[in-house]
Antibody
Framework: DVQLLESGGALVQPGGSLRLSCGAS????????MNWVRQAPGKGLEWLSY????????YYADSVKGRFTVSRDNAKNSLYLQMSNLRVEDTAVYSC????????WGQGTLVTVSS | DIQMTQSPSSLSASVGDKITITCRAS??????LAWYQQKPGKVPELLIY???TLQSGVPSRFSGSGSGTDFTLTISSLQPEDFATYYC?????????FGQGTKVEIK
């Protein structure tokens, strides 16, 4: 099956760090651009980051620039989001999505930032 | 940065109604606009891309129009399964912003 599966979500204290992973299967991961998108409880979708298929182009939303780092390992069919200096307002479900036009989404992983 | 303003934030409608949701960009984004539908507890699903191209498998009652700064999503005859939240999304440049969402509820 063609799918994306996120992992790594957890409860973390403010100021802490966390690394999310997104595993891809059923398609040629190395051919696709990828994104991270989050959704806080009861809120709308927020685009966070984009990475090109060869990692040569990376973009971030201002809300996470300097705190979050996106990367990928095409050999492992995996996308990552390293999050540091986490804030209470980073609490959300984090999803990876395939393509500039996001036709394929993972189910998401919950990150809770709380003391 | 280009801002995306979606309206209304919510609307109530009946089955069979025609509804229109608007998305306005603060600068010209050509036709680099997509529309997504999200139902509670589910992942977003792509409806429209390139402002007016229907994604494969999406019912023809959904249509999109516009270019530049003003875009619309129209549902010609609302069905029970269409009650959901709809988001516009610009994808031409960073930041690849979503609109705030429009929740379509049953009247």
């Amino acid at each position: 099956d063609v799918q994306l599966l996120e992992s790594g979500g957890a409860l973390v204290q403010p100021g802490g760090s966390l690394r999310l992973s997104c595993g891809a299967s059923g398609f040629t991961f190395s051919s696709f651009e990828m994104n991270w998108v989050r959704q806080a409880p009861g809120k709308g979708l927020e685009w966070l980051s984009y990475i090109s298929s060869d990692s040569s182009t990376i973009y971030y939303a201002d809300s996470v620039k300097g705190r979050f780092t996106v990367s990928r390992d095409n050999a492992k069919n995996s996308l990552y989001l390293q999050m540091s200096n986490l804030r209470v307002e980073d609490t959300a479900v984090y999803s990876c999505a395939r393509g500039t036009i996001m036709r394929l989404w993972g189910q998401g992983t919950l990150v809770t930032v709380s003391s | 940065d280009i801002q995306m303003t979606q309206s209304p934030s919510s609307l109530s409608a009946s089955v069979g109604d025609k509804i229109t949701i608007t998305c306005r960009a603060s600068q010209d984004i050509s036709s680099y606009l997509a529309w997504y539908q999200q139902k509670p507890g589910k992942v977003p699903e792509l409806l429209i891309y390139a402002a007016s191209t229907l994604q494969s498998g999406v019912p023809s009652r959904f249509s999109g129009s516009g270019s530049g700064t003003d875009f619309t999503l129209t549902i010609s005859s609302l069905q029970p399964e269409d009650f959901a939240t709809y988001y516009c999304h610009k994808y031409n440049s960073s930041p690849r912003t979503f609109g705030q969402g429009t929740k379509v509820e049953i009247k």
